[in-house]
């Protein structure tokens, strides 16, 4: 799984959305569809412990990635099934596109752990997986031994990618940019939010994500290498150690589910890419002229 | 989005914050959020996060506005 590469890639859609889709696409449908697949499935792959007994799944990367379980939740399959359930309820153009956008980065950039996501679920229910470092959840560990591998490998170089292709896109963290870009694509829900908080507070509301994106990648780097005293192989150290070569850390025990060959998900997730780019292109004209004759409708009908 | 009331104030009437007062709110609430959820690690979550900035952006430079007019 990755960590605060989500929430940086909520911002990275943000800053790179096509010419004719910037201030159109919502800010809070990326961030919604970005935060889909871990809302719906995550909870209980650490699970909760009451009094000794744990609740939570029996497998944990069963649960979160695979078939049976709640793999699906990590699936493009998902993300356009609830995205058409979203466009025949609103039909808001600048909701659909931005949920899908933000639920295919985070069903994509997951498939960099040793899990992997079912990319091509319900045709294939094997998982898609480039093995970049090993998926760590499981119910001995908890969420700590998940951070101190996730952090102790190349998912902490994922993590500062996205941080640095967020500040290289800088603008879109600022006031002008939320004021000019961000608020006209979603007048509603900020003027909703713009009743219980000040400027300062919505401005920090739209940022927040990137703050807590930064501060849990801060945080748990410095608890995983300066804080945790782990006893690895019977030998206490400082810290865990930092592994950044392919399918790191070392010290960790890998978990993975049955998948296809490194190459097919190497061309599957190229492909899936341009095509979602492609489609979305595609519709975006038309989807604007479907919302128009659909407001005018409804318009009408108010009127009548 | 109601357009800005004026360059000092915002559409509910609050104080707008210049560049440096509005560094000093973020930096002050990173380095809260991280210290303490060093320790806490329970505090590292989507919900506590997020609203950590929200509250204290919000809310910080209105207490020292009350605490300065007494």
């Known amino acids: 799984m990755s960590w605060a590469a989500h929430q940086f890639e909520v911002y990275a859609i943000q800053a790179h959305l096509p010419k004719k ?4 696409v919502s800010f809070w449908a990326i961030w919604l569809g970005d935060f889909t ?3 719906l499935s995550k909870f209980w792959v650490y699970g909760i412990t009451i009094n000794g007994v744990h609740y939570g799944s029996s497998v944990p990367h069963q649960w979160h990635r695979g078939w049976p379980g709640m793999g699906f939740t990590h699936t493009l399959f998902l ?13 808001n153009r600048a909701w659909a596109v931005g949920y899908l956008l933000g639920f295919a980065a985070h069903a994509l950039t997951d498939v960099n752990d040793s899990v992997g996501t079912m990319a091509l679920f319900p045709f294939l229910t094997l998982n898609f997986s480039l093995e970049t470092w090993k998926y760590a959840a499981s119910i001995e560990g908890g969420k700590y031994l998940d951070a101190a591998a996730y952090y102790s490998s190349l998912g902490l170089v ?20 939320w004021r000019t870009t961000v608020v006209p694509a979603d007048p509603g829900v900020w003027a909703w939010f713009g009743r219980f908080l ?13 703050f807590y994106g930064v501060c849990r990648l801060v945080a748990w780097s410095t608890w995983a290498h300066v804080v945790a005293r782990p006893v690895i192989d019977g030998v206490e150290r400082v810290g865990y150690p930092l592994d950044l070569r392919w399918t790191g850390p070392w010290w960790m025990p890998g978990r993975s589910l049955p998948q296809v060959p490194i190459w097919v998900v190497i061309i599957t997730v190229t492909v899936l890419l341009i095509a979602l780019y492609a489609v979305l292109g595609r519709l975006w004209e038309p989807m604007g002229r479907a919302e128009k004759a659909h407001r005018a409708k409804r318009a009408a009908r108010a009127g009548r | 989005m109601p357009a800005g009331i004026g360059e000092q104030r915002d559409h509910r009437g609050s104080r707008r914050l210049g560049g440096a007062e509005q560094a000093f709110w973020y930096a002050a609430a990173a380095v809260s959020y991280v210290i303490l959820s060093l320790w806490h690690k329970w505090l590292l979550n989507w919900f506590v996060g ?21």
Not at chain 1, 158 to 169: E, R
Not at chain 1, 199 to 210: D, K, M, Q, V
Request: no cysteine.
């Open chain 1, 79 to 91: 993300g356009i099934l609830v995205t058409l359930g979203l466009w025949l309820w609103k039909r």
């Open chain 1, 37 to 39: 697949p871990d809302f």
């Open chain 1, 158 to 177: 994922m993590d500062l990618f996205w941080l640095a292709v967020v500040l290289a896109s800088w603008r879109v963290l600022t006031r002008e940019y």
């Open chain 2, 50 to 70: 997020p609203l950590w900035l929200v509250v204290v952006v919000t809310a910080g430079p209105s207490l020292v506005d009350r605490v300065r007019r007494r």
């Open chain 1, 21 to 24: 889709m910037q201030g159109k």
């Open chain 1, 198 to 210: 000040p400027e300062r507070g919505l401005l920090a509301l739209y940022r927040a994500t990137f």
